[in-house]
């Protein structure tokens, strides 16, 4: 009965290590997710920065989408729908998680109307990677 006891709680941990990985890969958040900011801190963080370039901040329980707009010193903010699990701007083309929607706006064509330049990393969270690679 005893092994037994051992050998659960090992088991418990790698089952839970998984479910960390998921949510948060190499337990670092995306360089684009500001966090719990507004639409006017948004502004400010993107004021000056080339077009294109995004964040995505979290707010009352929506994430949103903030970017500046091609052309204009003007933003947009979007808002990204989350149901089932899956991440989406247009409810047309869903995504597992706010990387791989990204990722895909990323590549798309220059002329597509939800075409994502450079993200721009949280200016809080880049001292976190600096930190690591100087280890």
């Given at each position: 009965?005893?092994?037994?006891?051992?050998?659960t709680p090992e088991r418990r941990q790698t089952d839970n290590i998984p479910q960390i990985n998921v949510e948060e890969p190499n337990n670092s958040k995306d360089e684009f997710m500001h966090g719990d900011i507004s639409k006017e801190d948004a502004e400010e963080r993107l004021t000056d920065k080339a077009e294109g370039t995004f964040l995505v901040r979290h707010n009352n329980g929506t994430y949103k989408l903030s970017m500046v707009l091609p052309n204009s010193r003007k933003f947009k903010h979007s808002m990204i729908h989350h149901t089932e699990g899956k991440f989406s701007l247009t409810n047309q083309k869903k995504f597992d998680s706010?990387?791989?929607l990204v990722d895909n706006y990323m590549n798309v064509s220059p002329?597509?109307?939800l075409f994502l330049g450079k993200p721009l990393a949280d200016?809080?969270?880049e001292k976190i990677f600096k930190n690591r690679t100087d280890d």
């Open positions: 009965a005893e092994e037994v006891q051992t050998i706010l990387r791989d002329k597509n109307k200016p809080n969270s």
